[in-house]
């Protein structure tokens, strides 16, 4: 049988940002993805839109906040990331949006970053399973904040105290995306990609899911990636370049 081959990921970068909706959205799938290009020097930074402080139903969203905050800076210490910003916009009510933009372009244009990784912004997984409305407001902000972030008219009252428009973004990944088309070996650190999704404990017992297995979980998805990329395991992504005509 013929398997639909995914493309090498370019890694000729030095910095990157991390855009999702909340704490643990990269862990699952992404981080071992992570700790390969920290494991490389890159540079590479985590933006959480909310803090997941609606996550925990059990759990009052103050207390909630401080525990899934405590937890993402955690996990993203596993796999090698020391800067994790929290926009504290709330948690389940995400809207798509200029204010959402603006937002996010402000965080771009502070990181000039190379590459912006954001997750899974389509209207499911590739199934039946819907997508939440958080990520998929999250994802396409993200896609359109990079290109407000190079166009110095838009959001211009962000551009003072020496910052200034950032235009270097050459491509933005969204990370189990049904849709992707390139992927990343993530063999050698699939073990700290799994380590980071355990830190999130109180999260994951907060579901209710005693059995749940992380290394399985996430085995399922990176083992057929691999399959798709010549690995033993990968990390799927969807690949916008942001140049003209490419």
Not at 24 to 35: K, N, S, T, V
Not at 123 to 137: E, K, S
Not at 150 to 157: D, P, S, T, Y
Not at 203 to 225: K, V
Request: glycine share 10%; net charge negative.
């Amino acid at each position: 049988m013929d398997i639909d081959r995914l493309e090498p990921l370019d890694e000729e970068w030095e910095r990157a940002l991390c855009v999702v909706a909340h704490p643990d959205d990269l862990e699952f799938g992404a981080a071992a993805a992570i700790a390969r290009w920290t494991g490389q020097g890159k540079e590479i930074v985590y933006c959480m839109v909310t803090s997941g402080e609606a996550g925990i139903d059990a759990m009052a969203p103050d207390e909630c906040r401080r525990v899934r905050e405590a937890e993402q800076v955690a996990s993203a210490a596993i796999v090698g990331v020391t800067e994790v910003e929290f926009l504290g916009l709330p948690d389940g009510i995400l809207e798509y949006g200029v204010p959402l933009r603006r937002e996010i372009a402000h965080v771009v244009r502070r990181h000039r970053p190379d590459i912006v990784i954001t997750g899974n912004f389509q209207d499911t997984w590739g199934g039946r399973n819907l997508n939440q409305a958080d990520h998929i407001a999250a994802g396409r902000a993200t896609l359109d904040a990079v290109r407000d972030a190079a166009n110095r008219w838009v959001f211009h009252e962000q551009l003072v105290d020496g910052l200034e428009p950032w235009g270097g973004v050459r491509e933005v990944w969204a990370c189990g995306s049904p849709s992707s088309g390139h992927a990343v070996d993530t063999t050698d650190t699939f073990d700290a990609g799994v380590a980071s999704l355990e830190a999130h404990g109180a999260y994951i017992d907060g579901l209710g899911w005693q059995d749940f297995d992380a290394r399985e979980f996430l085995e399922g998805m990176a083992r057929q990636t691999g399959q798709r990329l010549g690995t033993t395991f990968a990390a799927p992504f969807e690949v916008f370049p942001m140049g003209w005509g490419e």
